[in-house]
Structure formats: structure tokens, C-alpha cells
């Protein structure tokens, strides 16, 4: 069979094929037009005929107007015999086309075999080459032989390199072909390309090596609380925050550089940190007797100066990170409150939004921002006492469009468990619950953003801890195992698609102890809090190792 040729390649034969409308001056074709490509291939000869348009005998090209269709007949002369269509035909009747784009049909024609023969006519879509046995056929350049009436013919497609075969056709089917001819016969033999391999779904993504931690002690104090050393986390600069609780129950924050060096303090009362790409948000809450006192929303700088504050109120004040800069925070003063409130800052502790929660509604029981900027926040709803309560939630927009409420969980299995959510790559949250006297951790559901019914949690997450970070700059999650007795913490790195890419071991000491917290701050830093000794809390730290 000779190759299909493209109209690049018949420039000089396309005056005799005739045109629906002339070509531009420059021989560029005009927007309205699309080019139909006809090529005559085989041992035998023959023309390609439609209405409207030039005959075809040789490769040629035609501009034809867009969106015309065309009937094509392949007629062979009168000592040849049609193979059969191929491009953007098939089959061995009537070739429809519609000019909706660029169009190339090849029509095969063969020499008439004398009598007591019959011919076989390979065509072939693809890149590869067909070969038959007994020989004659070597597609590539001989697509059609004569064999004898009866004969058996065996075909064996070997496709090129980065190709495969997709199948046989016409007289075969399936993927392999014996023809026993009785008459003129067509077999097609499709060759598909080789999809490229799946990219590495954990590249760049796993872990490195685990060097030598930094350490931070914290000079000992007559009055710290060796039992109330808090978690550590980090800045987008590498910038360290290490909190710790003192006999007046005040937090006292240590601030250090990547390298340990100290910048400065902060402190508060009961505080929560959340990490910024350069500082901090402080979520201080006072409280006397377990009712709010007064709550206050603070931004600080590295070194602890501060950078602004949200107005303070008699609240209890529940603070997430937004991952695109700032927080998300919930204003709680009580369950028949009017002040309850959803409110967004930026990253300087100045208000962006403020919405009202329902009335009537509990305290808040998870609040998570995604990582499109999409905040959920569930709540136990009581329906008044009127039947069991449900676990509602309400989607607000980074905007601050808020959306109906849901019932997110049903009626829970245990009315104390405590909930998170957990941002997932790209956007949507996953919900998980805590330990609780007989019941497991366990994760719960998962929601696409701003959606008003969960999901089933992934089958891989559900094997795994419900402690996750980002890492890799969002596009990993780290799993953190800190709950084991042989002296070590481990770190699995997972992809998006819930594909383990390692797992880090941060080896505390040898033997049996009982580690406490292990963290990852907003760059990456690993934290592990130690075993508290001589009124002192001691960090170890591993600078933007998930970065």
C-alpha cells in the first residue's frame, strides 16, 4: 500500500481536483472553508467520484466549503477491484464526510485477479505492518495479493515501536486473523498508539531523609507547668511558635527564628495559633467558671509586635486557619444568643465579613476553611426538643455568601464526640471524630466544597489516622502517627489519589516512652513535642522538611 499522502505532498496535483471556491490570493484558505484530502493507493487504479467536485485518480486536495457534506464513490477501473476505504472513512460502500474541519480519505484499489483467484486487501490505520502467510501481503507497501480460491490466509499485524494493535475487522475479528477465501475479501487492521506511562503520582512529593533535629528548651521557671507544654507550629518563613501554659494559666509564646534564635514573646490566655505566611493570628479566650469572659482575635508579627486586633466581646471565640490568607472565626455567646456569629479576617486581624449563625443552635462543634477559601461550620441542632438532634452545617463562600443549611451526619452514634475537618487537596473538606471512652477515632465523611450532602470518606483514608497537614505546599497530605509506645513518631506522605509516597520516622529515643504531640507548621517545619522534665518544655524541630 503507498502511504497516504497529505495535501502538503500534492500540492502539485491539486489543479486537477477541482475546487467549490477559489483558494485567497496568498493560497491560504479562507475561515469558511476546510480542506478535503483524496488519495488513490493500491496495486489496481481507479478514481474517487462526488458530486460537485473534480473526479479524483491521484492524490489530490480540495477547499470545500464549511460544513458540506459529501458522498464519495470509490469506482475501480476496469481491471481493478476496490479494497476499501480509509482515514477518515472505513468500510468498503459509500464514503459520507461533513467539512467540519479537515478531512483525508484514501481509497484502495487492486488488480482483478484471473479466474480461479481472489484477492485480499489489507487496510491498515495506524503505524505498524501486516504480513501474511502464505506470503504476499507485506503492509507497509504491498496492501493487497491474489491467492488462489480456498486458500487460507494468515495475517500477523506487528505494530511499530510505540504503537499496539487495537484489532482486526472486516472478514477477521478480535485479535488475531486467518481468511479463508472463498471470494475478494477486506480485512482492517487498527494500530493505536501507546499511551505515555501515569505520571508518577508521588513525584517530588515523598519524604527526604530525616537529619539531625534543632532543639528548644525552655529555660526552667518556678512557676511553669511542666504538664502544660503546648504543641509548636511554624510561619510560611520558617519562623517557630512554641506555646506553654504557666501556674496563672496564662499561655506564654515563645517566638524563635528557623535557626533557634529567640525574637521575642507573646502571650495570652487560653490561645490558639494559626500560622500565616509571615506571623501569626492569636485566638485568645478568657474564661471564668467555664462561661466566657472576654475573647479577643490578635495579629503579631515574628518577633511578637503587634499588627492588629478585632474588637473584643463577651464571647467564646473558636479560630481557623484560611489558607489563603488569615482566618475564619465563630463568635459564640450561648445557644438562645442573637450574636452568634461566622465572621472572616485577614491576615492583619481586619474584618473582610460578618454573618449571623442560626439562633437557637449549640456551640459549634467543627469549623474548617478549604483550601479554595470555602468555609464549613457544623452544629448540634436541637429542633427545639422536639426529636433527636441532627448535625447541621452551613457553607459560606470566601466571599461571604452564605447557603442553606444541612443536615451534614444524621443523628451521631455518641452524643459527646468531638469533630474536625480537615482541609483535602484542592478543595472540600474531610470530617473526622475524635476518640471518645469506647469509641475509635475515625473518619466520618467528606465534602466536596460547598456542597449540602457528605460523602463516604475515600477507602484509603479510611485506614489512616485521622491527624493530617498539608504538605508540599498543599499538594500531599502528612499523616501523623503520634500515638505509639516504641519511642518513635512516623509521618506518611500520601498523595492526592491516597497513594503512600514514604513515611518519615522522627525517632525520639530508644526504647518505650510515651511521646506526646508531633506537628507541621505552615512551610513544612516538623515539630515534635518532648517528654516534659524539670519544669522546662523542650521542642525538637526539623526546618521546612515538608516544604
Known sequence: MRSLVLATAACSLCAACGSTMP??????????????????????????????????????????????QLTLVAVPDGASVFGGWSGDCHGSGECKVVLDADRSVAATFAKAPPPGKHVLTVVKTGSGTVTSSPAGIDCGSACSATFDDGA?????????????????????????????????????????AVPPPPADQCAGLGPDPVPPPSTWQQPPDAN?????????????????????????RSTVIQLLDARGNPLGRASGTDVTIIPQAEGYLLADNRFSDLRPVAAQLFAIAPSGAVLGQSDQRVAALVATEDPLGGATAVWFQGATGSGNRLESYDAKASLRWSVALPDGGAYPEALGTDRAGNTLVLFKNTHGNRSPWTLDGIWVDHDGNVGPAFDSLGRPSEKYLKYRLWPRVGSGLFLSTDAFETTAAKWERQFDARATEGQ?????????????????????YAFLDDDRKDCSQRVEIVS??????????????????VPWSIDIGYDGTVIQQQTNSSRSCTWRYWPAFFH
Open 23 to 68: 483558494s485567497s490570493p496568498s493560497g491560504e484558505v479562507g475561515p469558511s472553508t476546510h480542506v478535503l484530502t483524496r488519495v488513490v493507493q493500491g496495486t489496481g487504479g481507479g478514481k474517487i467520484q462526488a458530486t460537485g467536485v473534480a473526479d479524483c485518480s491521484a492524490p489530490c486536495t480540495t477547499n470545500v466549503a464549511a460544513g458540506t
Open 496 to 513: 492526592p489519589s491516597g497513594k503512600s509516597c514514604g513515611t518519615a520516622v522522627f525517632q525520639i529515643a530508644n526504647g518505650q516512652c
Open 456 to 476: 463516604p470518606p475515600p477507602d484509603w483514608l479510611m485506614s489512616r489516622n485521622p491527624k493530617l497537614h498539608m504538605a508540599r505546599n498543599g499538594r500531599a
Open 224 to 248: 511553669s507547668m511542666a504538664n502544660m507544654c503546648q504543641p509548636g507550629t511554624s510561619d510560611g518563613t520558617g519562623n517557630l511558635a512554641l506555646g506553654s501554659q504557666v501556674a496563672s
Open 152 to 192: 487460507t490466509i494468515a495475517l500477523r499485524a506487528t505494530p511499530d515501536s510505540g504503537w499496539r494493535l487495537s484489532g482486526f475487522s472486516g472478514a477477521c475479528s478480535g485479535s488475531s486473523c486467518t481468511v479463508a477465501l472463498r471470494s475478494d475479501a477486506r480485512v482492517e487492521v487498527t494500530f493505536e
